[in-house]
């Protein structure tokens, strides 16, 4: 094909896309090259950054044990959290799809822990459910059980930051909810005729349709527990307690930065976590061509 | 007919009979447990609500000693007070608030179901690598760009004012919902775009006239995520404003929280009450829009 | 003692100022002439509302100089001033507290105010110890607008119930116990909260101790006797049933005052600044009591009496002369530091403390009573921390939980606090 007659099939796809483009080369594109920059250097937000080379990189992978211990962190909060808060979000999102009266309330029900997660008020919260004698173990106490130490125990502190996520599963549950009611009726009324089981219907029908959807949120998902920040910010009162048992990868980072006038180590850090992301997602696309396929794209 | 095959037809009806009454009996049995589950996890869901009401109404002093959810003797002026604690009335953060946040939603929408829709329907060279491009903005830790961000911004002149928290939502900035719109676009079958095209439609008509209507759920999902996302950040209008009659709602929260003197728990919590309200609003009002696609499906 | 009312207070000062106030404080009846500041501090309603006064009067008595208030959380405050440093664009006055100012003196962040004294600034009437306080190689950064020292918090209900006699300003590590014991067997709360991983108690045994917690090039000073020593004093209160498990402490580490044990109930003494005393009685029903930190029986002092909080003049001032113009009357100026009272510490300027004394409410009454108590029992301020300290504290606190959580031998866990603050000194070089 001509450079000319790819350029005229092209230009459409263009114009869709320039506001994007121009919100990338505007405001965008300076900020991670920046951050880029300031990763090979001594930056402590007060003077201008001085080039070290690779320093940062050498001092994190050699010495910084901390850094080590934000992975290993991060990594079991991701493989916990994600497959468990997704299968949750479906489940309920078959729930919520059909045949329920009142319907709007109890997905508005299923949302209120996504709405109020965020909140400064819900950090108290935290606190009074899972303290040693906290609302939590009070009720586990009714039935005899001795609830363990949620929060300052390290043993159970990621579990129960993991418990919590699954619990505010109100967006991808959502976005679950808006798959399945794009998935054609046609296709059930058919299966219906031939008697499917509703296994059947679900692994013939509802996952293949919600493929895309999937694929989304189990990518989507996974790039926020990656960068998970506010819950065990706010749980560890910003500090990853009790002994970096929920010092998130993003927690040490903010510290880092914010904390101890160290932006050019911070943004080092924040561009080796990119690069995980940034290769489990290659991963996941990867996949995708084996277990999504697209209406679009149908021969 | 015999009178054999008449009893057994009688026979077969009244078997088919006592099946389907069975079935609605197990149906409504399904229903019932299936709504007492609901209820028990409703009960989870909306415990924090609740408590976050309980504590709205109790006096500083009896918020931390007891765990209870009754307050001895509810104070509402927690709500009158504190709307008013401030040196600016919460009037002013709600309105903030709502400014940011309803322009937000609509740039979001407009400008990522554009950018979805090259993406997801469209052919132009160097797609692949733009699309990397956008996923990459997604998987940046935001604290390691908020610095450099801020140095754009205050070399636009904009700091201090609203344009850093809507300006980027109208160029496409949330690679979130691109992508999201991007998977339900693709969704869509192809027959359509190709009929449309040989009825002489440009892109555009395309993209106004089928891809939108077809993807309300969508579009939807979008906009109320990007409504409760807005109205509830904080690191944002926490950097870009600097004057207190500017502040957003979540920025006004936060500001009744002292580690060296005191704290206004109370009025807070009746504060933070209130400030949900309007995201529960639009939550209900919105997701009845979330339907059954019309689209048929492709593979017929 | 008078009554005086703290809502009735700000009932007077800040109700009266009204809207009409903010919108002068923030700046918008301006004239384009006038020489415009920016004043950013962290606060709470109470403290924004005084500030906002005070912005309004300073306006009013100054025509000509015009100061914007800007104010957030304390949670939030640094990361904007982050951002803003990075930008050169902080606010011409800044508030700082005192372990962190350090940090962005050496950087470079704060400007001296030595040539502006005598002229717009009146440091005539400041307690010399206030002064010496914001000085850094002979020069001073920065006016202390409160106060501070380290206090215990006790419950007067419990203690009294417990019939407990003890001097609030000479005790000693082993009167704790006792007290504690007496508490905890009369009432069935525990005696108090376990301060293994608080760091402000532990630089206060290690003064107790002789020694300094940085000695004169910046090294970690205190040893691994003496770490281990102040842990075991911990482990035998915690072991007696005088404080909660270990595990319910190392939850508690650094928390926010609202999870204080003297807070929740769970126990009878929490430690805090004096600062917070005002905010601890905020959130309780029974009545506070303050002591001083315990001591060792060689009582050698260790508490230091310290700003809370400074006002400082930013590296990217538009107007020194005007800023230090403000900055002198929000110290000196008879109204601006009446409607201000005790809301951020207690006042270093003399004059200002005698006009307070009659408003004072019952519980700014016992924090001035305890401040008169520890005249003299407090140690000279140590010189200004070496950059890193701030790192070491949070050091200290994560490391020690270890101990709370009998994770580690004692001895290896002060051997790693020595090890780890010497490499984060390295690091800070």
């Excluded at chain 2, 892109?203 to 209507?213: E, Q």
């Excluded at chain 3, 928390?255 to 005393?277: H, R």
């Excluded at chain 3, 001895?411 to 090890?419: G, L, S, T």
């Amino acid at each position: 094909m001509s450079i000319r007659s790819k350029l005229r099939r092209s230009w459409p796809g263009y114009v869709f896309l320039t506001p994007w483009l121009i919100g990338f080369f505007l405001l965008s594109i300076f900020p991670i090259l920046a951050s880029l920059y300031l990763a090979f250097t001594d930056y402590d937000a007060v003077n201008a950054p001085v080039w070290v080379g690779l320093e940062n990189f050498q001092y994190m992978f050699e010495f910084d044990y901390r850094f080590w211990q934000s992975l290993k962190v991060t990594f079991l909060f991701v493989v916990l959290s994600v497959p468990a808060k997704l299968i949750f979000a479906l489940i309920v999102a078959m729930l919520l799809d059909k045949g329920i009266r009142a319907v709007g309330w109890y997905r508005a029900l299923f949302y209120l822990p996504s709405i109020l997660g965020g909140s400064i008020a819900v950090a108290i919260l935290w606190r009074q459910l899972f303290n040693a004698d906290g609302v939590i173990n009070s009720a586990l106490a009714v039935f005899g059980i001795q609830g363990p130490y949620w929060l300052s125990d390290p043993n159970y502190s990621l579990y129960t930051l993991v418990v919590l996520a699954i619990w505010q599963f109100g967006s991808p549950m959502l976005i679950f909810l808006a798959g399945l009611r794009a998935i054609p009726q046609d296709l059930y009324e058919a299966a219906e005729i031939d008697a499917a089981t509703p296994s059947r219907k679900f692994f013939a029908i509802t996952v293949p349709m919600l493929a895309p959807v999937i694929f989304f949120n189990l990518v989507l998902q996974m790039i926020e527990a990656f960068k998970s920040f506010s819950g065990a910010f706010i749980i560890s009162g910003g500090t990853g307690a009790p002994l970096d048992s929920l010092l998130f990868f993003t927690v040490y980072l903010f510290n880092e930065a914010f904390s101890y006038f160290r932006m050019g180590y911070a943004s080092a850090l924040g561009w080796v976590l990119l690069i995980i992301i940034a290769a489990f997602t290659a991963i996941a696309f990867w996949t995708s061509k084996y277990w999504v396929h697209y209406e679009n794209e149908r021969g | 007919m015999t009178d054999a095959t008449s009893t057994r037809l009688a026979d077969l009806t009244a078997v088919s009979a006592q099946l389907r009454a069975d079935r609605a009996v197990r149906a409504k049995r399904a229903a019932l447990l299936k709504h007492v589950f609901l209820i028990a996890a409703s009960f989870v869901m909306i415990y924090p609500l609740l408590w976050m009401v309980a504590s709205s109404l109790k006096p500083n002093d009896e918020i931390f000693g007891q765990l209870g959810l009754t307050p001895s003797d509810p104070q509402w002026s927690n709500y009158t007070s504190g709307w008013n604690a401030l040196p600016v009335s919460f009037t002013n953060f709600f309105w903030n608030s709502a400014v940011v946040t309803v322009l937000s939603v609509i740039g979001n929408v407009i400008s990522c179901s554009f950018a979805a829709y090259a993406f997801a329907r469209l052919e132009f060279s160097g797609k692949t690598i733009w699309f990397a491009l956008m996923m990459m903005t997604l998987m940046i830790p935001y604290h390691v760009v908020l610095i450099p961000q801020y140095l754009t911004f205050l070399q636009l002149g904009w700091v201090n004012t609203y344009l850093p928290l809507v300006v980027p939502r109208f160029l496409a900035s949330d690679a979130f919902f691109i992508f999201l719109m991007i998977q339900f676009f693709r969704q869509l079958p192809r027959e359509l775009d190709e009929a449309a095209m040989i009825d002489g439609c440009s892109p555009f008509k395309i993209y106004w006239a089928i891809i939108l209507p077809l993807s309300l759920p969508a579009m939807t999902t979008a906009a109320i995520f990007s409504f409760i996302w807005t109205w509830e950040d904080f690191l944002g209008p926490l950097v870009y404003l600097n004057d207190i009659k500017d502040y957003t709602v979540p920025l006004a929260l936060r500001m009744f929280l002292s580690q060296d003197s005191v704290s206004e728990f109370g009025q807070m919590f009746a504060m933070s009450v209130l400030s949900i309200l309007p995201i529960i609003l639009f939550f209900v009002i919105f997701q009845r829009f979330i339907i059954r696609g019309i689209a048929m499906s492709g593979m017929k | 003692m008078s009554t005086f009312n703290r809502r009735k207070f700000l009932g007077t000062a800040a109700a009266a100022a009204g809207s009409a106030a903010i919108l002068s404080a923030t700046g918008n009846s301006a004239f384009a002439q006038d020489r415009r500041i920016r004043h950013f501090w962290w606060g709470n309603p109470e403290r924004d509302k005084r500030t906002f006064e005070v912005i309004r009067l300073f306006n009013e008595k100054n025509p000509g100089i015009v100061v914007a208030g800007e104010t957030l959380g304390s949670a939030d405050y640094f990361t904007r001033l982050t951002t803003q440093i990075a930008g050169r664009n902080m606010a011409d006055a800044i508030q700082m507290g005192y372990g962190v100012m350090f940090e962005y003196i050496n950087r470079g962040a704060i400007l001296p105010l030595d040539e502006h004294i005598g002229k717009s600034l009146d440091i005539s009437q400041i307690d010399e110890s206030a002064l010496s306080a914001g000085r850094v190689d002979g020069k001073l950064y920065a006016l202390s607008i409160g106060a501070n020292s380290h206090v215990s918090l006790y419950n007067t209900r419990l203690f009294d119930a417990a019939s407990i006699t003890f001097d609030p300003f000479g005790w000693t590590y082993d009167d704790l116990k006792r007290v504690a014991g007496e508490v905890t067997k009369a009432t069935g709360v525990f005696g108090t909260d376990d301060n293994t991983a608080d760091y402000q108690n532990f630089s206060d045994y290690v003064h107790q101790r002789g020694e300094r917690l940085f000695d004169d090039e910046g090294n970690f000073g205190a040893s691994a006797e003496t770490i281990a020593d102040y842990f075991a004093i911990w482990a035998d209160l915690r072991a007696a049933g005088a404080t909660p498990p270990g595990q319910v402490s190392a939850g508690l580490v650094g928390a926010e005052l609202s999870n204080w044990g003297i807070v929740t109930g769970q126990t009878a003494i929490s430690y805090a600044w004096s600062n917070q005393m005002v905010g601890v009685q905020n959130l309780m029903q029974d009545k506070v009591g303050a002591a001083m930190f315990p001591n060792t029986p060689e009582m050698i002092p260790g508490s230091i009496i310290q700003p809370s909080q400074f006002i400082c003049l930013s590296r990217d001032t538009v107007d020194a002369e005007a800023t230090t113009t403000y900055m002198s009357a929000f110290v000196n100026d008879p109204e601006m530091t009446a409607v201000l009272g005790l809301e951020r510490g207690i006042p270093a300027n003399a004059q200002v403390r005698a006009a307070l004394q009659p408003k004072l409410t019952e519980i700014e009454a016992t924090s001035v009573a305890f401040f008169d108590g520890i005249q003299g029992k407090t140690m000279d301020l140590a010189p200004p921390p070496p950059s890193g300290a701030q790192e070491i504290e949070a050091m200290f606190e994560r490391v020690a939980v270890a101990v709370l959580l009998e994770q580690a031998p004692i001895p290896d866990v002060a051997n790693q606090i020595r090890r780890e603050a010497e490499g984060i000194r390295r690091r800070a070089r």
